[in-house]
Each structure stands twice: as C-alpha cells, then as structure tokens.
C-alpha cells in the first residue's frame, strides 16, 4: 500500500495503508522467533531453533522493508 502521486484516498485511508504495511513488517520479524521459541520447548533444545527463527525473520522483514523502501522512493521520483 504504497502512496502514489495520483493516490486520491483520503489521509486516514493512507496512514492505514502505512499501518498495514508496518503491521506486516512488524510480525514477519517477530513470528519466527516466537515459533523457534515453541519449537525449542517441544524439541527440548535450548535456543537454536530461537536463533534460526530471529535471523529468518530478520532477513524477511529487512527485505520487505527495503522493497517497501524502494518502491516509495520511484513513486517519490515520480511526481
């Protein structure tokens, strides 16, 4: 939900659009921890599966943001 120049939304239907988009980054970051943190528990292993699940998340979140980033950069250049 990137803004556009020719985006006539309204401001509030634009700031949810950047709350989703934030939302989003936000839990692709912090689930696979929280599942490597459970699976540590069921497997019996101390924080492996805790680490596994930070750096995943971490790669996908960074690279959701960095396209996100992107992306409103070209429609920035735009207009």
């Given at each position: 939900m990137?803004?556009?120049p020719t985006d006539d939304r309204s401001a509030i239907a634009r700031a949810y659009g950047?709350?989703?988009?934030i939302t989003t980054?936000?839990?692709e970051m912090?689930?696979?921890a929280?599942?490597?943190v459970w699976l540590d528990g069921k497997l019996g292993t101390k924080?492996?599966?805790l680490l596994l699940g930070a750096v995943l998340g971490f790669a996908v979140g960074f690279w959701h943001l960095l396209?996100?980033?992107i992306n409103t950069s070209k429609n920035?250049?735009?207009k």
């Open positions: 990137v803004s556009n950047w709350a989703a988009q980054i936000s839990l912090v689930l696979p929280l599942g490597g924080f492996l599966f396209k996100l980033t920035a250049q735009d």
